[in-house]
């Protein structure tokens, strides 16, 4: 049983990735940070000591903090938040419970540099339609849930990437693209420690779809048809996002929860 105000790991990491995930703050010691500077998928790194101000924009809000050891940092920073109106909890056992649960952890040196407002900013060509949606879902449920994507011409991504402090993504000559085989969903699964059983099978039928090898996953032709579909249904890149971030958390789950369930009809019809 978790303690008072408390969530266990395993729980925590079966809302990651989900639309419902809360905001996850790490308010682990500088020296614990600096001796292991990864992040849960999605965490935000913050000081307990400055909660009384940054905590206020999590008033009316789920959040989960996390220490070294789930112990005075997370339960104290927790507390104030719920002072200040937010639904906090803090994770039981802390940092140490998930690494040794062997539980995802993202790599902070991978993470670009954020802006004022601590988002990431990312950049790639408009018109999105298979890779170029998947990315952006995997930053947002995994890496950055504030992150912004910026969708412009094709020949004024790097220019754009340079004037506004952003990550260019999914463009040819960049860090974040196509390696080879992979698509540019493989490469940041892999760099950013994302590397589960699920993930892996999503990043199979992106890479299938995306590159036109059907084969590779029979899942494949249903993602590239509601992709295609998708890109002709808004003209709007932010609004085509939005819609895409539905259709991948439904991908997800199916990967994560129910491939081994099949669906027939009628299932339950009358005998005669």
Known sequence: MSAPNAIKSDKLARLIGTASTPAIIDVRTQEDFEADPRLIPGAMKRSHQTVSEWGKAH????????????????????AWL???????????????????AKLPLVPVAKIPRRDTEGRTIWVTRARPKIDRIACPWLIRRFVDPAAVFLFVAPQEVAAVADRFNATAFDIENTHWSHRGDLCTFDVMVEEFGLA????????????????????????????????????????????QLEAGMGLYDAFYRWCRDATEETHNWPTNKVKP
């Open 59 to 78: 008033a009316g809000k789920p959040a989960i903090v996390v220490c070294h050891h789930g112990a005075k940092l997370s339960e104290g920073t927790a």
């Open 82 to 100: 719920r002072q200040l109106g937010a639904d906090a909890v803090s994770l039981e056992g802390g940092f140490v419970e998930w690494d040794t």
């Open 196 to 239: 589960t059983e699920a993930l892996l099978r999503l990043a199979t039928i992106v890479r299938a779809a995306d590159t036109a090898r059907l084969d590779l996953a029979p899942e494949a032709a249903g993602l590239l048809a509601a992709s295609l579909g998708l890109s002709r249904m808004y003209a709007d890149d932010l609004e």
